[in-house]
Each structure stands twice: as C-alpha cells, then as structure tokens.
C-alpha cells in the first residue's frame, strides 16, 4: 500500500473481514501513505526502489517495526510480503514469541529473471526457503505453488486460495459483431503481454488491453490496432471485464492469478498459461483453455458463440463458492491453529 495489486487487494479484503468480525488489526508497510485504512492504522517505514522494478518498492526494516508489534500484542502475525520487510517481521515476531503465518504470494524465481535482476533461480529459493521455514505456517494460493514450496523443502504448507466479489464482477448480456478479445493486469515484463501479437492481427478479433505499467509504452507500439483502456478499479473494472467475449492471461509465473478469477466471475471463457495459478482456476475444455503455445488457435476454437456461452455458464459457476467472506473465513481458521485456538473462537 499504496500500491494497486493483487497482494495490496487481498491484504485490504482480509483487513475489511477482521473488522467484520471484531478482531483487531494493524499494518506495517512500506512507502508514504495513509496512517490508517478504513479504521486500522499503518504503521509507515521507508522504501526504496529496486532498478527496473520502481513501481514495487521494497519496505526497509526499522527497529520501530519491533516496537510497535510488541505494543500492539497481536495474537499472531500476518506476513503478506517474501522480501525484506516480511523477513523482520518474521524474526521480531520470533523475538516476541508471537505466532506467524506466512503468506506466498510472489515466485521470486521467476519475478526476477523477468526483470533481469541477476538473483538466480537457485538464490531466490534459497531466501524463500531460508523465511518461509521460520514461520509457523506457510499459506499457499494455488496447488501448483504448494508443490514448489515443497519441492523446496519448506515446511508446513497449506493451501489457501482468493475469494472474488461476485457481485461486482457479473456477466451481463452484450451484443458485437466482432470477438474482443481482452488482457487485463500489470504491463510489466513478468507478464509477457507482447504474447498478445500472437493474435493481433487475426480478422475480425478486436483486442483490448486494460492496465497499465513499465512496458505499455513498447506494447502500445507493438500492438497498433489494440485499444489501451489504461488502469482500472472497481465498477469501472467491472464494465472493462464485461465489454470482453474472451479473456486471455499470458503470464507464466502466477502463483494465484486474481485477474483469471475475476473473468471467470464475469462469465468469461479464459485463456491462460498452463502453469502456476490457473491450473487451479481454469477447466480445461470447460471454462476455458490452457495453453503452451499458440493462442490463435484456441481464440478461433471461441468464435463459437455456442461454446463462448457454455464455457461461460461454467465459468460463472465455478467462483460462486469462492467469496472474500468464505476465504477470509478460511484465513481465520488457520490463524486460530498457530495460535492454538478452536477456528469456532477465533471465529
């Protein structure tokens, strides 16, 4: 926070269900801001911004993170960032003798050798590792990034996926003699959006691109024909994901991917990498497809309205169950478990 993404989204949900609930929080985070959210304080410490990467800047540990968490004494301790900030937390959370849960939300594997940043492979999980073992709990968005972890050896892993607003995100009947074809999410190099020139050109396909970031200047200029819409946020998102007939995610290194969710409550068919998150997310061959190369050839399987419609009706069914309340209500479970509680109280 500030930031707008799907680690700050789910961070905000979470706070927003614990204040539901009667349960009482506090963030610690990096960068200037507000010094409080909807009612819980934030606590701010400095930030700095890594080459390359300037719209995610990393949070400087500070002894007064160690301060505030001893005067605040919490039940346990959230940590939703693997990098430097989350590592303090973790060891002043030691310190205290407070419980931690430790969310993966990032594959800085993969994060980093999209950005170039010269951390190998084998570094990065080497860090992942070193962290998230010292938690009491590992929590883990999709199956394919439990499998990882512990491939990795890091202990006590358990699942613990996103809910969407299925309200907000709801499909709704439009009519278009052409099939828009639509991406929305980061434009950063993690996301290889320039896969979208695969079907640029394709006649009567219409592409839009909804989001913003470091590589929209470059993808602008690749992609001539596609509509930019920019960065989008409720509502607005919303209507963005529902103008769509197809919803593509070319992304090979998700370890949820909240963007698929939310086309999948729209009642999109989705197009997505077969890797990482959308494994979990999308039925290949019926809410959508999977794909290892050529994305041509699945978006003119979906000219089909017929089939649109039916991976759609699927598509819509399959989140209904995954709301903020249900997942949060998940979250609390696994709290009360670090701290030894029934989820009946923690509830």
């Known amino acids: 926070m500030p930031q707008v993404n799907g680690v700050t989204n ?20 990096p960068g ?31 002894p007064k993170v ?37 969310v993966y939300q990032t594959d800085v594997a993969g994060f980093a050798g999209s950005y170039g940043l010269g951390l190998t492979k084998r570094a990065a999980w ?12 590992t929590l883990a968005p999709s199956s394919s990034a439990v499998e990882a972890l512990e491939e990795h050896g890091v202990p006590r892993v358990h ?7 299925i309200e907000l995100f709801h499909p709704r009947q439009r009519q278009n003699d052409q099939l828009t074809v639509g991406y929305v999410g980061r434009l950063a190099p993690e996301k290889q959006v320039h896969r979208l020139k695969e079907i640029h050109d394709m ?21 001539p024909n596609a509509e930019f819409l920019g960065f989008r946020t409720g509502a607005a998102l919303a209507e963005a994901y529902a103008s769509l007939d197809v919803f593509v995610h070319t992304g090979p290194h998700e370890t949820f991917c ?7 409550a729209t009642g999109l068919p989705v197009l997505a990498p077969n890797a990482g998150g959308p494994r979990d997310l999308v039925a290949h061959g019926r809410t959508g497809y999977l794909f290892s190369d050529d994305i041509a050839r699945y978006v003119e399987l ?14 819509r069914k399959s989140v209904l169950t995954r709301t903020w309340p249900a997942i949060c209500d998940e979250l609390l479970g696994h709290y009360a478990a670090v701290i030894g509680l029934t989820h009946q109280a923690a509830a």
Do not use: C, N
């Open 10 to 29: 789910s961070v905000l949900r979470v706070l927003e269900h614990l204040r539901r609930r009667g349960h009482e929080a506090m963030v610690v985070a």
């Open 66 to 102: 160690l301060h505030a968490v001893a005067d605040f004494q919490p039940d346990v301790v959230h940590l939703a960032s693997p990098f430097v900030l989350g590592a303090y937390g973790l060891r002043a959370a030691r310190k205290l003798d407070v419980p931690t849960v430790a």
């Open 258 to 264: 909240q963007a698929v969710q939310e086309a999948l």
């Open 203 to 223: 006649p009567g396909v219409k592409l839009r691109v909804v989001g913003d970031g470091p590589d929209r200047e470059q993808l602008e200029k690749d992609l």
């Open 302 to 315: 979906l000219r089909d309205p017929l089939l649109r419609k039916r991976f759609g009706l699927a598509a």
């Open 159 to 165: 699942r613990w996926g996103r809910g969407v607003d």
């Open 126 to 137: 080497r860090w992942t590792k070193r962290l998230h073992t010292l938690a009491d709990r």
């Open 32 to 62: 200037a801001g507000e010094d409080s959210i909807h009612g819980t304080p934030v606590m701010r410490v400095p930030a700095v911004d890594v080459p390359i990467v300037t719209s995610l800047p990393i949070g400087v540990p500070s």
